[in-house]
Structure formats: C-alpha cells, structure tokens
C-alpha cells in the first residue's frame, strides 16, 4: 500500500493492488453465495476481531482482510446476514472506533449495501478507513466552511424547510433533500447543533434516522452509500451525513469534468420519502 500523486494536480492517489482479490473486486465477478465470512459461525473466516459486543455477538469490528491503507476496519452491523436495520448498538461501536483512530488525518467511514454501491459483501456491515492525509473532497469543503462569513450548513436548515425539502425533523437533527443534490435521491442528514464532528452526537436519534433512510433507499433499488463528513482539525464545519441510492450510472461526462448532471428534483426526493 503506497501513496502517490496525480501528475497534474499533485492530489492523493492510494495503491493497494492486494485489493484484486477481493470478491467483486471487478465487475462481472461471482461471488461465493455458500458461505459468508460475517455470519456466526465462520469468524475463523476473517482477521481476529477488534471488538466483540455481546456474547453470542450482535457488532463485531474485524480488520479489514483488503484494506486500502493500514488500520482499515470493517464494522459488522449485526449477525442477521439480511440486512437487519441499523441501530443504536452499531452506531456506538462506530463512533467509539472514529475515537480510536483520532490520530488519522482524516478518517472515512461509510456503508456500501449492494453491488452497485460497491459491496463486495450482502451482509450488513460499515468500513473504516483512516488516511495520513486530507482528502479533496473533505480539503474543499473545509475550504469553504472557513471562507464563510457564517457556518453554511446551519443556513441550510431554515433555507430547505422554507422550501420544503426537510423529509423529516428530530430533536438533534433534519434529514432533508439538499437543493442543490448531484446523485438521485441524495440526502443529508444534518445535525442542528453546530458540531465539527459526530463524537458527541446524539447516538440514538442518528441511528433511528439512518436505518430508516436506508430501509427508504431500499424501495428505490438494491444499491446504496451513505457516508459520514467528519471535519475533526477544522472548528467552523459542520460535519454531516451524505446518502444516495446507486440507479444512475457515472459516466464519460461526470468523470471528465467532475461535474454531474442531476435529473431528479429534490423537491420530488423528498417527497418520495417523506
């Protein structure tokens, strides 16, 4: 695993060729239906665990048997191998793991849950990843929450309820359809207090609003990310919760430009989801 930089722009680029044999890896790739490396009864079948809650276990964080950097992890949701809904347990498990790798530059955790959305396994799980470097997305958005004269995700609240576009409010948080959306039927979850990461969030009510909006996603199609924009060196962000179902492709023109098309209104989204 190496790290080396775009010729042009000189932006991270990570090499893990061990990463080939991961299943689906490549696309067209079977995978082995008979047998599931997450499910009770095989943990012989991956890395010996970081952490096991419960005893039989309901969250089992592994190393990651491909990872892309060093110190990748695997959060396995629950013992169900179909995709029980997420919950509270899991969530905890998740942020005490952010906390036990506060010395990363930036750590990534996210869910892939199906083959588009890049699973190389159907049991529910969520990763880790902690990168010795700022990634261009998250270095962009820092960029601009420090730019700002005032924090932009706090205006988004009262902006997007004028508009509609909240599909759902808690206590700690709105869950809406941003305007300005660039996958169909995106989503962020976004916390009403001004935080710059998620370790003191309330765990509870972010667990409810995730696996609802993730069984949601689930009556749009088979595939979908979320993703969690964590800012932990950076006072002025708003960390928040990114989600799309995966039903559109990413083709020549995003690729090409960085720029992407939208075709679904989010007015529409959260409508539909509501």
Not at 192 to 206: G, I, P, R
Not at 208 to 226: D, F, I, P, Q, V
Request: aromatic share 10%.
């Amino acid at each position: 695993m190496t790290t080396r930089a775009h010729l042009l722009t000189g932006e991270p680029i990570l090499f893990a060729p061990d990463r080939a044999a991961r299943p689906h890896a490549f696309v067209g790739a079977e995978q082995d239906a008979q047998r599931c490396p997450f499910c009770p009864g095989h943990e012989a079948d991956t890395p010996p665990p970081l952490v096991v809650v419960g005893d039989p276990w309901r969250v089992r964080v592994v190393p990651n048997k491909y990872p892309p950097v060093e110190g990748a992890e695997v959060i396995i949701e629950s013992p169900r191998h179909d995709g029980a809904t997420f919950d509270e347990e899991a969530m905890r498990v998740i942020v005490d793991r952010y906390r036990a790798h506060d010395d990363a530059a930036f750590t990534s955790i996210f869910k892939n849950h199906g083959p588009e959305a890049g699973a190389s396994r159907e049991h529910a799980h969520s990763q880790l990843v902690p990168v010795p470097f700022v990634p261009p997305r998250v270095a962009r958005e820092i960029e601009a929450f420090e730019k700002a004269s005032e924090c932009p995700m706090c205006r988004v609240l009262d902006t997007h309820r004028r508009e509609n576009l909240i599909i759902r409010e808690t206590n700690s948080f709105a869950w809406l359809a941003p305007s300005a959306s660039w996958m169909a039927y995106q989503q962020w979850i976004v916390p009403k207090q001004h935080a710059n990461t998620f370790v003191d969030a309330n765990v509870s009510e972010l667990a409810e609003l995730l696996g609802t909006a993730s069984s949601k996603m689930l009556t749009l199609g088979r595939s979908y990310n979320w993703m969690f924009l964590n800012f932990p060196r950076a006072p002025k962000a708003h960390w928040y919760v990114d989600l799309f179902p995966r039903l559109t492709t990413i083709a020549g023109f995003e690729l090409s430009t960085g720029t992407f098309v939208e075709i679904m209104d989010p007015a529409a989204t959260a409508r539909r989801l509501k």
